[in-house]
């Protein structure tokens, strides 16, 4: 386990290296004067001008530049914006917490409803059931993200005037930032209005969360689906069966573990769709993460915003597709049977 | 009265070419305390039947029975949930794929002790340390030295007869009556195989479970079971005695099993033909009508497109039109 | 005259005979098929068949609704925008935009993919693990990321879409290439194969890749979708097609400023972009269903 522990770390470190010459490749073709596309700075002053240039070594040869082009962004100096003439990393810690608060709403969404249904769908004898839910699937497979948003909007948002459709909270709400996602800010709040403030972001994460789980619902059922119909014909099951077990039992504690676990390896796969429609999703609902933030970046030409955004979308998507793989050896021990024998 | 009391099951599976019947009016008796063998070639049903018997059964099965009797009750009038309380407690299966038929997620002490029935049900703190106190004695019986140690290891660390032992100890575990043996020793070496058929024996002697063993093999069914059924692309062709069943078999393809089996004292010819059937087991796409052996069989004549029925001649049953008799029936003639 | 089989002997079809005959036995796998070719067609000759230019500005028909609407006209099919163009038109002139550059790109991807994934499968050890974590590095990178990536080197339009789509592709293909490649490699036949003498050529050619179509396959009708809601999304970001074009995500975006009372503008190209990737599913799920039997 402990040689296994040290593969993945070096593979996320080798994925982070390549990452890291993708984006300053990348930097060095911006049509813009290089000290700017690195430092965001758009009229330096002499000093400051010296002062990029010995940062970045952009006098010696491309391999120390890469270096100091590394060594730079792992210190957390990733310039700052043109826009906002802001530290781009304080941006970057800003916009952080609310991207990750919906992607993991959305998640637990698309997991609480996905694998019931995927459950259901094997199950059920009924042909009735099982074709609805492959065509919901397929179909919500189908959907453009940003279409099914505006649609969202305009039914629950502007007809029904059910659910705010921009933001994160009403600007009403003067919530102090603490941990940066406002399902916890309102909690640890002690105001007169914190429930009030509570129901509203609950509100309002409403609809970009269930805009953004179709995709992974979709995904999960049909991967828990075809799990399922898979584990239910092996023999064990039919064992289990022989042995008298009750047929809850056998399909909770001996089917659905067994099914779970290609779900969790499909997961890993799932991050960078997810992480594409999170960024659609979020510039569809104003949602101040850093999808939004990108998409701003860019038609703004802030290369450095655009660098660091991506850099640290990427690096989290390398880390839980890592970590997820990590997960699926330790809760599996099939994975184990692969070891065992051979050390 | 015979423990399991089956006629004319016939189960018919759906298949993408229309449905088929896998087993056409079979019929089989099990008396209790017997070791009863079930012969046939792969294909010819046989796990159809044991899973029949025991009701596990798919949604492209149509069972239709005139009778099938467990111990006096009806079994076709049970419920889903009665059938259910039926298996492992009264009959229990073990199955050819010993390691498959383990959860490969969970240790084998977690699935061996959710099979043990629980002795005094108020103290539940004592639940766990009497289930397992209960598995090691079990696992001990069955033949497996260190019971502890298997106890907490996963289904793949275990060898495939350690695997079928523990099987057949968990089938054991709530004492049922019948216990069906579903080509246990596939892929297993001869000495294993000999373990687990020993074990099999003994089980039948000392604790009076029925056992309806399952397998291909003549030659073992012959060593170990009293009685024999002889089943043929799912029709039953004889059943009787072991000892008279091989002594003068009453049906022309018993016969034929018979003569398969290689005799080594007597000296063969060299390049002599192997006595065999001609032709090969009919694909369940195209069974043929009436008696299915009939288009190999040496004896066939016209009636042979007619099933015969299961005719019963003293202990032994036979569905032939022609069968080889021993005795001449009119004994006036050879005065 | 009928001809009377006198033995039941059954046929061995071919593989993609049998392929074929389980993807055509679901009706819905065929329905999607159809959807496919139309596209295909539309993307072809799409323009000649549009009753207007895409450019054309109707001025008496500003933001007409579509045809079964009580203000509606059948001139206008599918409604007009708040330019008077007719929907319907953009959309024939679109499909080429959306469906059709999302076909090149799978393409080109593919072709890309399957000859980088077949040389770092066929490889072993060292050389083949760097090219396949390096690649690993370019997937961890999402679409839309590297889209935008590429659009802030190259500047918006849909040339540079096909570059960005067509690059957040690639790894996808390189990847389910090498992995099927490698498992094949590990089998019996392919020894059996070397130890015939054949060189790794011949094992690539003729053993290997005849097992490798059906992922490809597979991989391809997956990427397509994915291509096609992409391009869509980069067209409604204002990062993709540029603003008269027609494409469909674009159209989408065009739309947006009479959503509240014109939502056949955001409607319709939607519907549009749905029904085609739809389509696109339908396929690839009937060719997985059908070919899953035999890869198991």
């Not at chain 3, 999302?102 to 490889?123: E, Q």
């Amino acid at each position: 386990m402990g040689r296994y522990l040290i593969r993945r770390l070096n593979l996320f470190l080798a994925t982070t290296l390549a990452l890291f010459i993708i984006l300053f490749v990348a930097t060095r073709w911006f049509p813009a004067d290089l000290s700017y596309a690195l430092s965001g700075v758009a009229l330096p002053t002499t000093q400051q001008q010296l002062q990029i240039e010995q940062d970045y070594a952009l006098h010696s040869n491309v391999i120390s530049q890469f270096l100091a082009y590394v060594t730079e962004r792992l210190s957390g100096n990733f310039g700052i914006s043109v826009t906002s003439r802001q530290s781009v990393l304080n941006e970057l810690a800003g916009v952080l917490p609310p991207s990750f608060e919906l992607a993991f709403v959305a998640g637990i969404i698309a997991l609480l409803c996905g694998i019931p249904l995927g459950m259901l769908s094997a199950l059920s004898r009924s042909k009735m059931v099982q074709k609805t839910i492959m065509a919901a699937t397929l179909t919500g497979y189908s959907i453009p993200v940003f279409w099914l948003g505006l649609l969202l909007s305009l039914w629950f948002g502007i007809e029904l005037g059910l659910l705010p459709i921009s933001g994160q909270i009403n600007l009403l709400y003067q919530i102090p930032k603490v941990t940066g996602f406002m399902l916890f800010d309102t909690l640890l709040y002690n105001g007169d209005y914190k429930w009030n403030a509570f129901a509203d972001v609950l509100a309002h994460i409403i609809l970009p969360a269930c805009t953004l789980a179709v995709l992974p619902f979709t995904v999960v059922v049909r991967i828990t689906r075809a799990a399922m119909l898979n584990v239910m014909n092996q023999t064990y099951i039919r064992a289990a069966e022989a042995r008298g077990l009750p047929y809850h039992t056998i399909v909770l504690k001996h089917a659905l573990p067994n099914a779970l676990i290609p779900l969790l390896k499909h997961l890993g796969l799932m991050l960078g769709p997810f992480a594409s429609y999170a960024i659609v999703v979020e510039v569809i609902f104003s949602w101040p993460g850093v999808g939004a933030w990108l998409v701003s970046g860019i038609y703004q030409r802030d290369y450095t915003v655009i660098q660091a955004g991506i850099f640290a979308v990427a690096l989290v998507i390398i880390f839980f597709s890592i970590l997820i793989e990590v997960l699926y050896t330790a809760a599996n021990p099939m994975s184990r049977k692969e070891m065992y024998g051979t050390n | 009265m015979p423990l399991l009391d089956i006629r004319n099951l016939t189960i018919e599976l759906d298949t993408p070419q229309g449905p088929a019947k896998a087993l056409e009016k079979v019929s089989l008796t099990i008396n209790a305390g017997e070791m009863h063998g079930l012969i046939g070639e792969s294909g010819s049903g046989r796990s159809l039947l044991a899973r029949a018997i025991l009701g596990i059964q798919d949604p492209s099965w149509h069972i239709t029975a005139d009778r099938m009797m467990w111990d006096g009750k009806n079994l076709m009038e049970m419920t889903r949930l009665q059938r259910r309380s039926l298996m492992g407690d009264e009959i229990s299966m073990i199955f050819q794929d010993p390691s498959g038929s383990f959860n490969p997620t969970y240790t084998i002490g977690k699935q061996l002790l959710e099979a043990i029935p629980v002795a005094n049900k108020w103290a539940f703190w004592r639940h766990t340390r009497d289930k397992r106190l209960t598995a090691q004695k079990w696992l001990h019986k069955v033949g497996i030295k260190n019971p502890r140690k298997v106890l907490n290891s996963y289904p793949w660390e275990l060898s495939e007869g350690e695997c079928q032992k523990v099987m057949i100890a968990m089938a054991l575990a709530k004492q049922p009556r019948l216990l069906i043996a579903d080509e246990p020793t596939a892929s297993m070496e001869p000495a294993t195989q000999a373990q687990i058929y020993r074990l099999l024996m003994q089980l039948n002697q000392l604790q009076n479970v029925t056992v309806l063993l399952i397998s291909h093999e003549l030659d073992t069914l012959a060593n170990w079971c009293n009685r024999m059924t002889v089943l043929y692309s799912g029709q039953v062709m004889e059943s009787g005695p072991t000892s008279e069943l091989l002594a003068q078999p009453n049906h022309p393809y018993t016969k034929a099993l018979l003569d398969n089996m290689p005799d080594y004292d007597l000296a063969a010819l060299h390049k002599k033909l192997m006595p065999t059937l001609p032709g090969s087991v009919p694909a369940l796409r195209h069974l043929p009508i009436g008696c299915r052996l009939g288009p190999r069989c040496p004896e066939a004549r016209r009636q042979c497109v007619n099933q015969p029925v299961l005719s019963h001649y003293k202990d032994r049953y036979y569905a032939c039109h022609f069968p080889y008799h021993t005795e001449v029936p009119d004994d006036d003639l050879l005065a | 005259m009928g001809r009377t089989k006198l033995y039941l002997d059954d046929d061995i079809p071919s593989h993609s005979k049998r392929v074929w005959r389980l993807f055509a036995a679901k009706p819905q796998a065929l329905i999607g098929l159809w959807g496919v070719v139309i596209l295909l067609l539309l993307s072809c000759f799409g323009p000649y068949i549009a009753p207007y230019a895409a450019e054309y500005q109707d001025q008496s028909a500003l933001l007409m609704p579509p045809s079964w609407s009580n203000q509606g006209a059948v001139s206008h099919f599918l409604g007009t925008d708040d330019l008077g163009r007719d929907i319907f038109s953009r959309l024939l002139h679109g499909a080429q935009y959306t469906f059709g550059v999302a076909l090149l790109v799978v393409i080109s991807a593919l072709f890309a993919g399957v000859i980088i994934g077949s040389i770092s499968g066929m490889m072993r050890g060292l050389k083949s693990s760097i090219l396949g974590h390096l690649l690993d590095a370019l997937l961890s990178i999402p679409s839309l990321l590297m889209a935008i990536l590429v659009v802030a080197v190259t500047g918006p339009g849909l040339s540079n879409v096909f570059w960005a789509v067509g690059i957040s592709l690639t790894p996808q293909f390189v990847r389910s290439i090498h992995q099927t490649v490698h498992d094949e490699l590990q089998k019996e036949y392919v020894t059996a194969a070397t130890l015939d003498g054949a060189n790794p050529l011949q094992i690539f050619w003729y053993v290997i890749m005849p097992n490798v179509w059906d992922t490809v396959i597979i991989q391809t009708t997956l990427a397509m979708s994915a291509a096609i809601l992409d391009i869509a999304a980069l067209g409604f970001l204002n990062l993709g097609a540029q603003a008269p074009m027609p494409e469909w995500g674009s159209m989408i975006m065009q739309g947006l400023d009479n959503f509240l009372f014109a939502p056949w503008t955001v409607t319709i190209p939607g519907i549009s972009i749905l029904l085609s990737v739809l389509a696109v599913n339908l396929v690839g799920d009937g060719l997985r269903s059908a070919l899953a039997p035999m890869r198991n």
